[in-house]
């Protein structure tokens, strides 16, 4: 039989494109681990969705698994789900993954990750009433989005507001990375001295692992339409 302690456990699920995960995301899961906010941490690559143009779904899973070896390495309180990115049918709405997940979790309580930038707008998504009324959110404080600032009728029912170290977290996109991905490239093939730099900005946002799996998959610059240009991969230790 289980005993109580097995059973209520609280779960911090991220979703996100992970396009590539960068160091700011498994920051974020650091700290709510380390902070006792979360008990375990469930990442959730998306799936294909039809308004962005994404890289492959596993593609992004493999990343956020390699990503996470190397940030997380120490920690047996995480996962990478494929919930999503193994699915033919692509993308799933948030309400629904939420649903699917919680069947392999039915003891434990969820809790959805967003910022707060994105409370405002969350009632419009998919099923976005019964988010608001079933789901518990980790509301990210974002500078600039104080909630006060969202009427109340946007609110989700179950909530906990959190602010983050921002020196900590850090301020990267993954649209940040494969820009200079891009550059990282068109740098190499000219053989400039600008190579070094984007380099080192690059291993500042992502880990080398990450960026070794990137320009072994050649991702970021065929979605450009470049890839023909690029006769030569460089070599990350």
Excluded at 19 to 27: E, I, S
Excluded at 39 to 54: I, Q, T
Excluded at 84 to 104: A, D, H, I, N
Aim: charged residues 25%; aromatic residues 10%; negative net charge.
């Amino acid at each position: 039989n289980s005993t109580a302690s097995e059973f209520s456990r609280k779960i911090g699920v991220l979703g996100g494109s992970f396009d590539p995960p960068t160091r700011g995301h498994f920051n974020i899961i650091k700290e709510l681990l380390s902070r006792g906010i979360v008990d375990l941490m469930v990442m959730v690559p998306c799936g294909r969705r039809p308004d962005k143009n994404s890289s492959d779904p596993e593609h992004r899973h493999q990343m956020t698994v390699i990503g996470s070896t190397i940030s997380l390495a120490s920690s047996r309180q995480f996962r990478v789900s494929d919930i999503e990115t193994s699915r033919p049918e692509g993308f799933m709405p948030t309400y629904s993954m939420m649903v699917e997940l919680q069947k392999q979790f039915p003891n434990d309580d969820l809790m959805f990750i967003i910022g707060t930038d994105l409370l405002p707008s969350l009632y419009k998504w998919e099923n976005g009433k019964l988010l608001l009324e079933e789901v518990h959110f980790i509301l990210l404080e974002r500078a600039g989005y104080n909630i006060t600032y969202t009427t109340q009728n946007h609110y989700p029912q179950r909530y906990l507001l959190i602010r983050l170290d921002e020196h900590n977290i850090g301020n990267c996109s993954s649209t940040q990375v494969r820009q200079l991905v891009r550059d990282y490239h068109a740098a190499y093939q000219e053989r400039l001295e600008s190579v070094n730099y984007f380099y080192d900005r690059i291993v500042e946002l992502i880990s080398r692992r990450v960026f070794k799996f990137i320009l072994q998959n050649r991702l970021y610059i065929d979605m450009e339409g470049q890839g023909s240009e690029f006769r030569e991969i460089p070599e990350i230790q």
